[in-house]
């Protein structure tokens, strides 16, 4: 692909101007060179940045970080990679990671289909998570949804043989074309019947706006796919 190609990708995200906090860009200032992962240094061995070998999770758009520390305080045996794009996210993350003397997380700052490109070894990952990516609800834009079939392509070849990839959305829109896109991807198999969506895992961290959510009658749904080729 050349760079001039790399240009005119279309991008699923739009960078926020939202300043950091003072304790956020403490954190991003202090920790990121012990947490932080750099696109431009390419492929790391993971096994070397975690110093052991173990379960690998992989979480695309983390937000604010809050699901990501819970699931890695919940699961001090897996090694967890988050990809987010936004600094203030980054810098909450960076000092929650403190807070909570955790060690199982590493972070790009970072477009995360350059990560995965670049950054992610064939057949190294145990899961792959995207929970509530921006759903570009205006029909126009659908084109900048992250769930696309070359995407979830690209997401299996990453995963290992019997990985999974988990998916929620608030939207039910973007929960149908989810379904659809994943339910005509070669090499993945639903975890439940085909066409249905999942019952929240209680590895996934329900949200105070999901609980939110959830009272007022809105719905969720998630995806949990395996990769069987």
Known sequence: MSDSTRDRRIRSYVLRTGRMTPGQQRAFDEKWVQWGLEHSQGSPDFDEVFGRSGPRVLEIGFGMGQSLVAMASAAPEKDFIGIEVHKPGVG???QAITDEDLSNIRIYCHDAVEVIRDCIADDSL??????????WHKKRHHKRRLIQPEFVEHLRLKLKPGGVLHLATDWEHYA???????????GYTNTMAPGEFAPRPESR?????????ERLGHGVWDLLFTRTA
């Open 92 to 94: 909450r993350l960076l």
């Open 126 to 135: 145990d899961t792959v998570q995207i929970f509530f990516p921006d759903p």
């Open 176 to 186: 149908g074309q989810m379904m659809e896109v994943l339910g005509g991807a070669q």
């Open 205 to 213: 961290p329900m949200t105070k706006f999901e609980a939110r959510g």
